[in-house]
């Protein structure tokens, strides 16, 4: 059993017994989700965003000044919440403290605000540095896929890319240097990308 699945367990165990509590500010949960009324209530909607990018705007626009200058290689976009509090605490949670209740609370809100724009046919999770993989146990990113992967019914691949080169961590980043990491080309084993597309098209 690796971590992610032991510490799935647990959690589940712990639901058993204990009543929900909220992970953000340690009140009652709402039924058996670890997050109150409240704290899920201060989630902001992304609504005012640019239709490309979905970087928060004053009002929605279809391409913000900056897609303009530099067009984005995706066809669409789906970025339902500011990340902004309380959104951003369960997101460190769930990422450096190995909190994957956190995750499970992600997965749920997100999921209830409804269909994507455009269904996938394909759900690739950003992989991590192996190196960073056995120190962390599991991919925030894949836990986060799955629960999506499940109510949409369609393939997720976490095997087709990887990570060849070791960044640091996130937080500090600023926008520009983040775009410029996430922009660079990560190794693709194109035959079973190819085979989980077809698979899902048959």
């Known amino acids: ?25 340690a ?3 709402s039924g058996t989700q670890e997050l109150c009324d409240g704290c899920l209530g201060s989630f902001m909607r992304n609504v005012a965003c640019c239709g490309r990018c979905a970087v928060p705007l004053l009002v929605p626009t279809p ?3 900056q897609c303009e200058l530099t067009p984005r290689p995706w066809h669409d976009i789906w970025v339902p919440f500011v ?7 369960l997101e460190s949670r769930f990422k ?9 609370v992600l997965a749920t809100c997100w999921l209830a605000t409804g269909l994507p724009p455009v269904m996938p046919e394909l759900i690739v999770p950003v ?10 146990g599991y991919n925030q990113a894949l836990e986060l896929a799955r629960p999506l992967a499940r109510r ?3 393939p997720l691949a976490h095997d087709v890319l990887g990570r060849a080169r070791k960044t640091g961590r996130r937080l ?5 240097r983040a775009q410029v990491t996430y922009a660079q080309p990560s190794p693709c084993n194109g035959s079973r990308c190819r085979s989980m597309w077809q698979s899902s098209t048959m």
């Open 172 to 176: 500090s980043w600023t926008l520009p």
């Open 127 to 136: 992989p991590l540095h192996p190196s960073r993989l056995r120190k962390r």
């Open 96 to 104: 450096f403290t190995g909190n994957l209740a956190a995750g499970r």
């Open 27 to 29: 009140g009652s949960g």
């Open 83 to 89: 990340y902004a509090w309380p959104l951003d605490v």
């Open 1 to 25: 059993m690796d971590a992610s699945s032991f510490k799935a367990w647990i959690a589940a165990a712990g639901r058993f017994i204990l009543p929900a509590r909220c992970l953000v500010c």
């Open 152 to 154: 949409f019914d369609v």
């Open 63 to 65: 391409v913000c000044g």
